[in-house]
Every structure is written in C-alpha cells, then in structure tokens.
C-alpha cells in the first residue's frame, strides 16, 4: 500500500511563497505519476500541477507562480509556490501512482490571506 505524506502547509500573506513536500513510501512499483490537487470549500477538487516521468503539466490559474519537481532517489515531489493569492487558499492533496492519480496523501491546508 503506497502511503503519501504531505508537508508545508499554513497561513501566508499574499504575496508570498511557500513550498509543499509530498513523500511516497510502500511502493512495490514505479512511482510514475506524482501531483498536488486542491479543494476549496465549496469547490470541487481540482488539478493544480503533475508530473510524470519529467514532463509537467499546470492548471492555468497557477502557470508561471507555481512550479512542480521531484526527487526520484527520495519519492518525493515539492509544489513551490510562489506570488500566493488568496483564491490559492484550499486543502492541497498530493497524488501518485503508475500513470495517474491512484493514491491520496490526507490533505494540507493551505490559508492566504489579502
């Protein structure tokens, strides 16, 4: 059982930058996918940034603030954030899997205030 653990989140102002940490341990296979989605309350969960065997891929609200990368060797994937805004406030999940979404870690908050 693949078991996601995020880290990172909390309450900025806007404006600044912040970095999430997602590791992955108990894989048996090739971790693939790695990727952060967020819920905002109200809102349905929705894709902020992915990436799969080095290709990335970003929601447009967040294209030239965030970026995504990984550290194969450790299984983990970083989301840096940066120019927070406060629509950017939500619950951040990390995902992984083979080739797409088939693991959840249990959410961050993260809080922006204007």
């Known amino acids: 059982q693949v078991q996601l653990v995020e880290s990172g989140g909390g309450l900025v102002q806007a404006g600044a930058s912040l970095r999430l940490s997602c590791a992955a341990s108990g894989s048996r296979f090739s971790i693939n996918y790695m990727g952060w989605y967020r819920q905002a309350p109200g809102n349905q969960r929705e894709l902020v940034a992915t990436?799969?065997?080095?290709?990335?891929n970003f929601a447009d609200s967040v294209k030239g603030r965030f970026t995504i990368s990984r550290d194969n060797a450790k299984n983990t994937v970083y989301l840096q954030m940066n120019s927070l805004k406060a629509e950017d406030t939500a619950v951040y999940y990390c995902?992984?899997?083979?080739?797409?979404?088939?693991?959840w870690g249990q959410g961050t908050q993260l809080t922006v205030s204007s």
């Open positions: 995902a992984a899997g083979r080739f797409g979404p088939d693991y």
């Open positions: 990436i799969t065997m080095g290709r990335t």
